[in-house]
């Protein structure tokens, strides 16, 4: 195990040239970052996580329902053990063949057997009430971390000269703040790498989920190495979109269509100007040409720009889905109202009203991918995705 980890850990591939792991030894008279600081972060994951769950069942949930956000489910399908054992054990979409065998079996016409499903499908999905929970630890979160880095980066140096990020490296001392920083960030992060199996799920599951392995990855790598200075750039910068995110959905769930379309609106052009603008001028700029000057070429140069590409090709797949929720919106003058905002992966139309008008309905609110109209969009891809 021991050769293992000095072969991963070979100073050639992840230090420019003449400098050891030797010199990124803590002293008496300066710490830098460590790679058994990063343990903390498991124990500190289970914290956050515990944390969330107080807090949405103390605090989120007596403020939805002040503000009168709908408590109940999806309504229930009426109990049928046949119907039951083929949804569970076969499939939740019968094809027409098994429709017209449960008809004739059940002396039921192939609609009600049709309308069953559909509600029986929509009874898994979460409630609006702990969507709105989840949404509002998310935006709790976000808001208290993009502060906390405001703060910190306001009075750095390298926050208004990326040149700095590179400036006397490897000798660039840890500063309390910044070990805190980066620990928190990366503790939430390992927390939504677990809870997102629990968490409502999401047509962008596997994107998202992506997202979180790069993130943390990114994170780790770049504390271990001590480019920790362009990390706080990349957390702080990604943080920003992400709490007016968690805002426009919360607006939603009250059902403040008007509110949550502007803070939508506001949310495309704060993502857009970020991670399409602020991002590759300014974040990529400095890791891709300002370290290559300062330090020269190295091996993990390249795999922290290939990461930092991946999250990049994934802020591009985001923002063409909101330019399309956001030109649908302008041009209709108002947001389709999908109260499936979080466009859910088990979600189904309940059927209410006659196919032809079901039909129109359909196109108007679900569009493609779910992402048509302002509330079509509101995934919690960008924490959260984000990041």
């Not at 999806?74 to 119907?83: F, G, S």
């Not at 920083?181 to 927390?191: A, D, G, N, T």
């Not at 599951?205 to 271990?224: A, K, R």
């Not at 943080?239 to 379309?261: G, H, P, R, T």
């Amino acid at each position: 195990m021991a050769g293992i980890l000095a072969w991963f850990w070979n100073e050639r591939f992840w230090l420019p040239h003449n400098v050891t792991w030797a010199d990124l030894q803590s002293t008496e008279e300066a710490a830098f970052p460590q790679a058994e600081d990063l343990y903390l972060a498991f124990p500190l994951a289970f914290c956050i996580f515990m944390i969330r769950l107080l807090f949405e069942r103390f605090i989120a949930k007596p403020c939805a329902l002040g503000l009168k956000v709908q408590a109940n489910g999806p309504q229930k399908a009426q109990p049928n053990a046949i119907l039951e054992k083929v949804f569970t054990a076969i499939t939740k979409h019968p094809d027409e063949k098994r429709l017209e065998g449960l008809s004739k079996q059940l002396d039921w016409d192939v609609r009600s057997i049709q309308r069953w499903f559909r509600q029986r499908r929509n009874q898994e999905k979460p409630s609006t009430l702990r969507k709105f929970c989840e949404s509002m630890w998310r935006f709790t979160f976000y808001l208290y971390i993009f502060t906390y880095g405001v703060r910190f980066l306001k009075k750095t140096p390298w926050l208004w000269n990326t040149r700095q990020c590179w400036s006397g490296y490897p000798y660039q001392p840890l500063m309390p703040d910044l070990h805190y920083y980066y620990i928190v960030e990366l503790s939430f992060y390992w927390s939504l790498m677990f809870s997102q199996f629990i968490d409502v799920k999401r047509k962008d599951f596997g994107i998202m989920f992506t997202h979180h392995i790069v993130t943390v990855t990114l994170i780790t790598f770049s504390y271990v190495t001590n480019l920790t200075r362009v990390g706080t750039l990349i957390l702080c910068l990604h943080d920003a979109a992400d709490i007016v995110l968690e805002a426009a959905k919360m607006a939603n769930y009250c059902k403040c269509q008007k509110l949550s379309d502007l803070l939508f609106l506001t949310f495309a052009v704060v993502f857009i100007v970020s991670r399409l603008g602020i991002y590759p001028l300014w974040i990529l700029n400095t890791t891709l040409f300002e370290l290559y000057e300062a330090l020269g070429n190295f091996p993990a140069l390249w795999v922290f720009n290939v990461l930092l590409m991946v999250l990049q090709v994934l802020h591009c797949f985001w923002s063409y889905l909101i330019i399309k929720a956001a030109y649908k919106a302008i041009s209709k003058g108002k947001v389709a109202k999908d109260a499936r905002s979080d466009v859910e992966s088990s979600s189904d139309e309940e059927e209410t009203v006659p196919r032809s008008k079901a039909s129109h309905s359909t196109l108007t609110t679900n569009g493609t991918s779910g992402a048509n109209g302002t509330n079509g969009y509101l995934t919690g891809a960008t924490s959260s995705e984000e990041h």
